[in-house]
């Protein structure tokens, strides 16, 4: 019984950020951004922290090296990130948000947050904080696991 209700709420996991995901694409579609949400995860997080390697960024946005590798080179071919040499390791290199790519996310967050908003639309604040909290739980279950 108890594997079956876990097999549940796996199910309903995966299904509502699969649900999250096909909402932001459509609105990114509908206002012509011309990104994927995996796109706009990275340019957000460059935002926040710019020039990290690719092993970093690979690990605050949760992506592969092989997936990461072909969204950075879609990023950079639209002027959005570039690759600069690090300046100490000539073998290695950053990922760097462009000003062009910088404007965007400008230009954007507030579309964001408002997808955001629609996902949170009838939930009270205790609501968000317990899901954040169990969210954050099975979190680091996992990730305890892997040590």
């Not at 299904?15 to 340019?43: G, H, P, S």
């Not at 950079?76 to 040499?85: A, D, H, N, P, W």
């Not at 507030?110 to 949170?120: F, G, L, Q, V």
């Amino acid at each position: 019984m108890a594997t079956e209700k876990f097999s549940t709420y796996s199910y309903l996991l995966d299904r509502t950020a699969r649900k999250v995901k096909q909402y932001a694409q459509r609105r990114f579609n509908a206002e012509n951004y011309d990104i994927t949400v995996d796109q706009w995860l990275i340019l957000k997080n460059l935002n926040n922290e710019n020039d990290l390697n690719q092993s970093q960024l690979a690990e605050i946005t949760g992506k592969d090296h092989p997936t990461l590798t072909r969204i950075i080179d879609l990023l950079c071919r639209k002027g959005l990130t570039e690759r600069k040499i690090h300046p100490f390791d000539r073998r290695s290199f950053h990922i760097h948000l462009t000003n062009l790519g910088r404007n965007r996310v400008v230009e954007w967050s507030p579309k964001m947050s408002e997808i955001r908003m629609k996902a949170w639309e009838n939930l009270s604040e205790d609501d968000y904080l317990n899901l954040k909290r169990i969210l954050n739980t099975i979190y680091t279950n996992l990730d305890n696991e892997s040590e």
